[in-house]
């Protein structure tokens, strides 16, 4: 073990020396998070990989994709180590899994040779070349680590859409979950066209412009495409598909209730103009596991829907804070002085991470996952990451070596998951046996990662966690 850690440091050097003679900002200056960079390729490939034959084209082409990423990344960090490189140029050895992909969507998912060569070469360029532009693009924001696992988050996100949108065109979804996966994938391509248009055209961030920009786009292209793919109304099946039974209705108001509390303590908080401690921080994830639970015990789909609504919504928010667009753009830029911590920087990327995190799960595509993986990222980051930081901040007086967070800490983080777990074990939750001995290890050596690691919490803890109880 020490053999192999003294090694990863020696890696960990020479990558981080590579990007700072590129000029490429990294958010930490000692720690690149390497281990997280394959943990949304191994997700995928685990989540096809445990399917059983009922398996999806959906599930079996991000599945692919996942071993490629994961492939992409030892090209990545292969390409960094070499001395004297220049990062940001595009390299042979980013052909490696594009070559990977395009035979195996031509040999195992019977793709035509155009639409295989195609997919290949652009996982293959945005997993490894992309990650280095998003570092370029947004200096400071990211560890390589985390710019890697946001690149293939949305190169699998992209995947997934341009198969299954054409798919729902020829063959119009029946069952709700399939109707949410579409309207979710064409308004979240409705936000990332918005996001690219005004980072390329300055001449669409005045607010006329813009508001003209999101208002057409939604009236001309969003609403009339859903209409055509799911050969109905997607606004009149979203009111349908909330008001139809009163569990729905209920939870909706649930969730009414925890934004209006959510809502007042950012207002709150502006009004006082102090800066936000990490335990007022936490509150977010108290709300979210609030909102979280329930939603996944009784209302999956609804809680899956509602999930990619926010995103947007969360997305389209930050724009209107970046470009200081009123009436709302002073207010959020108040807000993101006072709420931001160390690893925000241009963007508020927590409160995306903490969404996403929490919801990564719920996005897999696969509707076999039992209750316990499904629940990776409230277990992690809702629970024990914030009963961690609560009980630390508090009471914690012996530090981890070489770290600011305590003991204490870490044993409250262990100790809430496990009430948690056996909780939902005594109400038969929990599968099996097997199953529950696995997530109390698991528990423990997630947290133990949480103790000792520099990376998000948000977007690191949820996969580690889901791995581990499902691999």
């Known amino acids: 073990m020490e053999i192999l850690t003294r ?27 390497l281990w997280l960079g394959p943990l949304i390729g191994l997700s995928a490939l685990i989540t096809f990989l445990k399917e059983d034959t009922s398996y999806s084209e959906i599930c079996l082409l991000t599945g692919i994709a996942g071993g490629s990423l994961v492939i992409s990344c030892v090209c990545l960090y292969t ?9 940001k140029d595009f390299h042979v050895v980013y052909f490696l899994p594009a070559i990977m992909l395009s035979t195996l969507f031509l040999l195992l998912a019977n793709k035509g040779l155009l639409v295989s060569v195609t997919w290949g070469l652009t996982v293959g360029s945005l997993s490894t070349w992309g990650v280095i532009q998003l570092m370029s693009n947004l200096p400071g924001c990211f560890t390589l680590g985390e710019a890697t696992a946001v690149m293939h988050g ?40 918005i996001c690219m248009l005004c980072a390329n055209f300055p001449k669409l961030r005045g607010p006329t412009q813009f508001y003209l920009l999101v208002i057409g786009m939604l009236l001309v292209i969003v609403l009339p ?3 055509i793919i799911l050969d109905q109304s997607p606004v009149l099946w979203i009111l349908s598909f909330i008001f139809s039974t009163s569990d729905r209705i209920l939870l909706l108001l649930y969730w009414a209730g925890c934004l209006f509390i959510a809502s007042v303590a950012v207002v709150f908080q502006v009004l006082r103009n102090s ?63 006072l709420f931001a911590d160390e690893k925000d920087s241009m963007i508020s990327l927590t409160p995306l991470y903490l969404l996403s995190g929490l919801s ?40 981890w070596m070489e770290s600011e967070k305590s003991i ?64």
Not at 364 to 372: A, D, I, V
């Open 275 to 337: 800066q936000a401690t990490t335990s007022v921080r936490k509150i977010f994830h108290v709300l979210a596991v609030m909102v979280y639970i329930p939603g996944l015990i009784w209302q999956p789909t609804f809680l899956y829907l509602a999930s990619g609504v926010v995103l947007t919504l969360f997305s389209l928010i930050e724009l209107l804070r970046i470009l200081n667009l009123p009436p709302l753009g002073s207010f959020l830029q108040d807000g993101f002085s």
């Open 408 to 471: 204490e800490g870490t044993i409250a983080c262990v100790v809430s998951q496990l009430i948690v777990i056996f909780g939902l074990a005594t109400f038969g939750y929990v599968e099996s046996t097997s199953l529950l001995v696995r997530s109390v290890c698991s528990v423990i050596l997630v947290s133990l990662v949480e103790a000792r690691t520099e990376q998000v919490d948000n977007l690191a803890l949820p996969f580690l966690m889901y791995l581990c109880l499902t691999f």
């Open 154 to 193: 949305i190169v699998l996100f992209l995947l997934s859409t341009f198969t299954n949108l054409p798919l729902r065109y020829h063959l119009p979804p029946i069952h709700d979950n399939d109707i949410a996966t579409a309207i979710l994938q064409v308004i979240i391509l409705y936000i990332l066209a």
């Open 360 to 399: 990564a799960t719920l996005w897999m595509p696969t509707e076999s996952m039992g209750l316990l993986p499904l629940m990776s990222g409230v277990l992690t980051i809702g629970i024990g990451d914030t009963s961690a930081s609560l009980v630390g901040s508090h009471w914690g007086k012996h530090k």
């Open 225 to 227: 495409a859903l209409h």
């Open 7 to 33: 090694h990863y440091d020696v890696l960990e050097k020479r990558i981080l020396s590579s990007l700072a003679g590129n000029d490429l900002r990294h958010r930490t200056t000692d720690c690149s998070g």
């Open 79 to 87: 390409r960094l180590m070499t001395a004297n490189v220049a990062a």
